[in-house]
C-alpha cells in the first residue's frame, strides 16, 4: 500500500495530517489521549515516513488523492486537523469537499505563502542543485535535534524517540525531491478563503506564540481570512500537536 496510516480508536472520527519532515508519529499523543472517545487517521504524505509516491507534492493533489482513500476507509463525514503543511491539504480538502467536513482546526499553517525571495529562490535552478547536495549529505542525527531544539517552545521538552521519527522520515524514499515540489507549491498555494469562510462546519485557527518558521501573526491573517476562531498556546513553538496534545485535541472536538 503505498499511503502509510494509523487508523485507531472508537467512536467521532478525526482526520489527522502532519506536516513537512514528519509523519503520522506527531500524533502520537494525540491519539493516545483521545482514543477512547474517537477514531483517528493520520496518514503519511507522500514520500514521507512509510509512504511512497502516492500522490504529487501539492494540497490539492494530495486532497484528491486523499477523497478515495478516506471513502474506502468507511469515513465520509469528519473532523479534520492539518498541522503546518498538512494544514495546508486541510484547508484544500475542505474547500473540495465540504460535505465531508464536520469541523476544520489548522494549526502553524503557511496558507499565505512565502515571501518574495523564498519563492524567487524555489523557481531558480538553484533549488534542484540545492536539492541534490541535500540528497547526498547524511541527515545526521546532531543536526535534526538542533533542528527541532529551534522549532519548539521554549518550555517543550522532547525525547530521543522524537528524533528517530522525524530521521525516519527523511529517510524515505524520494524526500528531498518531494520536499522541495512541497515548498514550491506553499509559495504557489492559494487560500480558498471565500468558500472556506462561507462553509457551515465550524473553523478553527491554533498557533504557538513561539513559533519562529511561521509567525503567529499569520495565524491571525488565517484565522480573519477564514471567519475561524483563533487561539493562541503559550510558549508553543512550532510543533503544536507534539509540544501540546491536549491542546489540539481539545481545539477539534470542539463543538
Given at each position: 500500500?503505498?499511503?502509510?496510516?494509523?487508523?485507531?480508536?472508537?467512536?467521532?472520527?478525526?482526520?489527522?495530517?502532519?506536516?513537512?519532515?514528519?509523519?503520522?508519529?506527531?500524533?502520537?499523543?494525540?491519539?493516545?489521549?483521545g482514543?477512547?472517545?474517537?477514531?483517528?487517521?493520520?496518514?503519511?504524505?507522500?514520500?514521507?515516513?512509510?509512504?511512497?509516491?502516492?500522490?504529487?507534492?501539492?494540497?490539492?493533489?494530495?486532497?484528491?488523492?486523499?477523497?478515495?482513500?478516506?471513502?474506502?476507509?468507511?469515513?465520509?463525514?469528519?473532523?479534520?486537523?492539518?498541522?503546518?503543511?498538512?494544514?495546508?491539504?486541510?484547508?484544500?480538502?475542505?474547500?473540495?469537499?465540504?460535505?465531508?467536513?464536520?469541523?476544520?482546526?489548522?494549526?502553524?499553517?503557511?496558507?499565505?505563502?512565502?515571501?518574495?525571495?523564498?519563492?524567487?529562490?524555489?523557481?531558480?535552478?538553484?533549488?534542484?542543485?540545492?536539492?541534490?547536495?541535500?540528497?547526498?549529505?547524511?541527515?545526521?542525527?546532531?543536526?535534526?535535534?538542533?533542528?527541532l531544539?529551534?522549532?519548539?517552545?521554549?518550555?517543550?521538552?522532547?525525547?530521543?524517540?522524537?528524533?528517530?521519527?522525524?530521521?525516519?522520515?527523511?529517510?524515505?524514499?524520494?524526500?528531498?525531491?518531494?520536499?522541495?515540489?512541497?515548498?514550491?507549491?506553499?509559495?504557489?498555494?492559494?487560500?480558498?478563503?471565500?468558500?472556506l469562510?462561507?462553509?457551515?462546519f465550524?473553523?478553527?485557527?491554533?498557533?504557538?506564540?513561539?513559533?519562529?518558521?511561521?509567525?503567529?501573526?499569520?495565524?491571525?491573517?488565517l484565522?480573519?481570512?477564514?471567519?475561524?476562531?483563533?487561539?493562541?498556546?503559550?510558549?508553543?513553538g512550532?510543533?503544536v500537536?507534539?509540544?501540546?496534545?491536549?491542546a489540539?485535541?481539545?481545539?477539534?472536538?470542539?463543538?
Amino acid at each position: 500500500m503505498p499511503i502509510h496510516f494509523r487508523d485507531e480508536g472508537q467512536g467521532e472520527p478525526i482526520v489527522l495530517i502532519h506536516g513537512l519532515g514528519a509523519s503520522h508519529r506527531v500524533f502520537d499523543g494525540v491519539i493516545t489521549e483521545g482514543g477512547e472517545r474517537h477514531r483517528f487517521l493520520a496518514v503519511d504524505l507522500p514520500r514521507s515516513g512509510r509512504s511512497r509516491h502516492w500522490a504529487e507534492n501539492t494540497p490539492d493533489a494530495i486532497a484528491d488523492a486523499l477523497e478515495p482513500f478516506l471513502v474506502n476507509r468507511g469515513l465520509t463525514h469528519f473532523r479534520l486537523f492539518g498541522h503546518s503543511f498538512g494544514g495546508l491539504v486541510a484547508l484544500s480538502y475542505a474547500a473540495k469537499f465540504p460535505h465531508r467536513v464536520s469541523a476544520l482546526t489548522v494549526a502553524s499553517a503557511p496558507a499565505l505563502g512565502l515571501p518574495p525571495e523564498a519563492r524567487l529562490f524555489l523557481e531558480s535552478p538553484l533549488a534542484p542543485m540545492s536539492t541534490m547536495w541535500m540528497a547526498a549529505t547524511p541527515m545526521w542525527r546532531p543536526m535534526v535535534k538542533n533542528y527541532l531544539r529551534w522549532l519548539w517552545g521554549p518550555k517543550a521538552a522532547f525525547k530521543d524517540e522524537t528524533v528517530e521519527h522525524y530521521l525516519e522520515s527523511l529517510r524515505a524514499d524520494g524526500f528531498v525531491t518531494g520536499m522541495l515540489d512541497s515548498l514550491r507549491s506553499v509559495g504557489r498555494f492559494k487560500l480558498r478563503s471565500e468558500a472556506l469562510a462561507a462553509a457551515t462546519f465550524p473553523r478553527r485557527v491554533i498557533w504557538g506564540d513561539r513559533d519562529p518558521l511561521v509567525p503567529v501573526v499569520q495565524g491571525e491573517q488565517l484565522a480573519a481570512a477564514l471567519g475561524a476562531d483563533f487561539r493562541v498556546l503559550e510558549d508553543i513553538g512550532h510543533c503544536v500537536p507534539e509540544e501540546h496534545p491536549t491542546a489540539v485535541l481539545d481545539a477539534i472536538r470542539e463543538p
